[in-house]
Structures are given as C-alpha cells and as structure tokens.
C-alpha cells in the first residue's frame, strides 16, 4: 500500500510539474484532471481539483474544455449532460474525430439507436476513410440488431481500410462480424468470422464463447 502510495505521489508530482511546465497546453492538464478524478483521496485525488484543471483547460480551448467537463460527468455517473457537453464540443470542433466518437458511444450507452445510426452514417459519408464510422455502424447494427445488412456491410468496410492505431483491434471486428451474420442467420459464415477473430487473437474468450453457442449445422 505504502509503495503503491509513493508511485502515485511520484505520478501526481511529474504531471504537476508538467502543467507548470507547459500552463498552456491542454494535454498535461487534461492528464493532472484525470489523475485527480481517478486517484483515491489519500492519493490526492479531488473532483474539485479537477474540476479546476477543467476550467483552466476551457481557457486555453473551449472545446476541450466541454470534453473536459464530460469527462468530470461521466465519473459523477451523469451521462445524459456528458452527451451534451460531447456534442458542444463537436459542435465547436467537428474535426476532432474524439468528440464525434463518443457522442455516438453515449447514444449506443442509450440505446437511441435511430440517432446512432444517422450519426455514424453522417461519419461515414464525410469521411469515407474514418476507420472508427465504419467499425461503430456495424456494432450499433450489432448491440440493436437492427439493420443488419448495413452493419455487416459497414464491419467488412472496416476490415478492408488500413488499420488505424486508435482503432478497435480486427478481431474484434470480425467477432462483431460473427455476430451480425448469426442475426442474418448465416451462420457458416459466423463461424468462418469468429474463426478469423480467435486465429488473430486466440484468447478472444468472446469470440470462442459465441462459437460454441451457434446452432449445429
């Protein structure tokens, strides 16, 4: 416990001292919030500190500083006003494909399934190359099962661009694959999915579950 403690004073102090070192970035404050939000109180952690590292980081981007502030709700479990933070900071910067991600994740959170749809589609038609449209409209087809043939169409869209280090990983695109094909009821190619998802990943204990569950052919 005691060096458990000590790391996280060593890990407080460096990005402290990092804030102090750049006060006008947004990247070593938003790190400090973080650790503010998530360290237990003996540890320093605070959500007014936080909540200070957000307002500071507002004053240097406003945008961020909605991203900030969502973050700080999500923890205080307030999701619905995380959503609309989200959406004002996407709303100041759509180019920054992190707050138009998790929009769309709060709407799948909600399950307004209709919204997440037209808002991963309105990705994918701005930006066809946007790995992360493509890989969301599929699981958004998936967790509703509905619209399943544009959610398989969207998941081979995504295995077939270059991957992207930000993205899911492929196995768990041709997991959600499996999945999605299970709904249309093809299910040799369900297995031929999950079978490319555990030969990528064999400890994909998901995958290796929802094989075994399928029908006998």
């Known amino acids: 416990m005691l060096r458990k403690l000590s790391v996280a004073s060593d890990a407080h102090d460096a990005l402290y001292r990092a804030v102090e070192l750049e006060p006008n970035k947004v990247a070593p404050r938003h790190a400090l919030m973080t650790y503010y939000l998530v360290a237990p109180m003996i540890a320093g952690g605070s959500r007014a500190r936080a909540q200070q590292q957000s307002e500071q980081i507002a004053k240097i981007d406003a945008a961020a500083g909605h991203a900030a502030h969502a973050r700080i709700l999500l923890h205080d479990g307030d999701d619905q006003a995380a959503l609309s933070a989200y959406r004002r900071a996407f709303e100041l910067r759509p180019d920054r494909s992190a707050y138009r991600l998790q929009v769309g994740l709060l709407l799948q959170s909600f399950e307004h ?81 999950h079978e490319r998802a555990l030969g990528l990943d064999p400890d994909n204990s998901a995958a290796a579950e929802a094989m075994a569950n399928l029908p006998a052919q």
């Open 113 to 193: 399934w209709g919204l997440a749809f037209a808002h991963f589609t309105d990705w994918s038609n701005a930006d066809p190359g946007a790995t992360a449209a493509w890989y969301q409209l599929g699981r958004t087809a998936v967790l509703s099962a509905e619209r399943t043939d544009m959610g398989i169409a969207a998941l081979q869209r995504f295995l077939a661009l270059p991957e992207d280090v930000n993205d899911p990983h492929p196995t768990d695109a041709w997991f959600r694959l499996g999945q999605a094909y299970e709904q249309a009821g093809e299910l040799i190619k369900s297995r031929h999915a």
